[in-house]
Every structure is written in structure tokens, then in C-alpha cells.
């Protein structure tokens, strides 16, 4: 099978970095404070000029310096080792919150991205820099099964491929009988043995 691996929220934790990093900063702008801020609301929350400034501020340092969700690295090489093509599948690069400069910073961030990847010896055959079509890329690729944890990601996949909704607050509303819900990477591999 092809397996479809996103990495913010799935391969990160993204939502704890936000949860900290990201309340650190609107408290210390004087941006106002949620308790309840998480990588949902600080979008909706900030500006969006506000929200620039945080990722120009943040962008560099939460990708050299994120850590890697326990057990991915085990996990995808089992997958791999399972006979399964692993296809990594991010938008980061085009992320509108963090390309201030064009291209050159685009590139900037897929050689961090290449990087951080390898550091932290995950495996894959491919990795696609996603233009936030995420949809075309996974039927481009004949993806089977994409792990991802963005709502509106999952909602425009769900009818193509089998989907793992990596398990976050701000997906936790989310019930669809056609995904899978996994709550850490054993969880992941159990899923996919089972399909």
C-alpha cells in the first residue's frame, strides 16, 4: 500500500507547541491570553497580520527544533519494512503563514524539513511539498491510506482513501464512520495491519 504521512500534528506536535510557544507570544504582545488557544484558535485568534509575525518570529525554530512524536520513527520503518511505500505529504512550505519571501524562503523550509527528517531517521520513499491541495497529491500518488489531522484535510479526502485522523483537541468533535481515530504511532500500525 501507499501510505500518506502529513507532518504538522502528526509527525509534531504541533498543537502543544502552539499551546505553549504560541500563548507565550500573545501574552507577551499584549495580544490578549486564551487558556484555551490551540493550533485552531491561534489562527482564528491572532490577526492575521498578528499571526505573520508570530510564524516570522517562529517558523525557523519550530522546525529545527520540534520534537519528533514518540515511537513515529519505529513505527514508519516497521511500515516500510512491511512492504508499504511511505509518501510524506506537507503543505509547510506553502503555508501562507510562513512564506514571507517567495521562493527563497520556500526552499529554505523544505531543505529544514529534508533535514529534520532525516535527524530524526524517518524513512520514506517520497516526499511531496504539498501546494495545499492535498487531494490531488494523494490521488496523484495513489495514496491507500493518508494519516492526517486537519479537519478539512480529512473531510476532503475521506471519500478517496482510508483516512488515520491523528487524535488532537481540535479534531476531537470530529466522528465519521469512514476514518480511523489513533491516539499515538502503535496505534497507527495497528490500524493499518488491520486493513
Known amino acids: 500500500m501507499n501510505i500518506g504521512i502529513d507532518i504538522d500534528g502528526v509527525l509534531t506536535d504541533m498543537e502543544n507547541y502552539i499551546g505553549t510557544v504560541g500563548k507565550k507570544y500573545t501574552f507577551e504582545n499584549n495580544l490578549g491570553f486564551d ?49 508499504n511505500k511511505i509518501i510524506i505529504i506537507t503543505a509547510r512550505t506553502y503555508d ?29 520513499d517520497k516526499i511531496i511539498f504539498s501546494n495545499l491541495n492535498k487531494l490531488q497529491n494523494c490521488l496523484d500518488n495513489k495514496i491507500d491510506i493518508m494519516i492526517e489531522d486537519s479537519i478539512s484535510n480529512i473531510e476532503k ?32 500500525y495497528n490500524i493499518i495491519s488491520k486493513i
Not at 521562493?103 to 523550509?109: A, E, L, P, W, Y
Not at 471519500?159 to 470530529?174: R, T
Request: hydrophobic share 35%; charged share 30%; aromatic share 14%.
Open 96 to 124: 501562507s503563514q510562513i512564506i514571507k519571501d517567495g521562493i527563497k524562503r520556500q526552499k529554505n523550509m523544505e531543505e529544514l524539513i529534508i533535514k529534520w527528517l532525516n535527524e530524526n531517521n524517518i524513512k520514506y
Open 35 to 83: 487558556d484555551t488557544m490551540n493550533t485552531n484558535t491561534i489562527y482564528g485568534f491572532l490577526s492575521k497580520e498578528d499571526s505573520h509575525r508570530f510564524w516570522d518570529a517562529h517558523w525557523e525554530k519550530y522546525a529545527t527544533t520540534i520534537k519528533m512524536r514518540k515511537n513515529a520513527s519505529n513505527v514508519i520503518e516497521k511500515i516500510k519494512n512491511d512492504g
Open 157 to 188: 479526502l475521506k471519500d478517496y482513501m482510508k483516512i488515520i485522523c491523528f487524535d488532537a483537541k481540535y479534531n476531537q468533535s470530529y466522528a465519521n464512520n469512514q476514518i480511523f481515530r489513533a491516539y499515538n504511532w502503535d496505534d497507527v
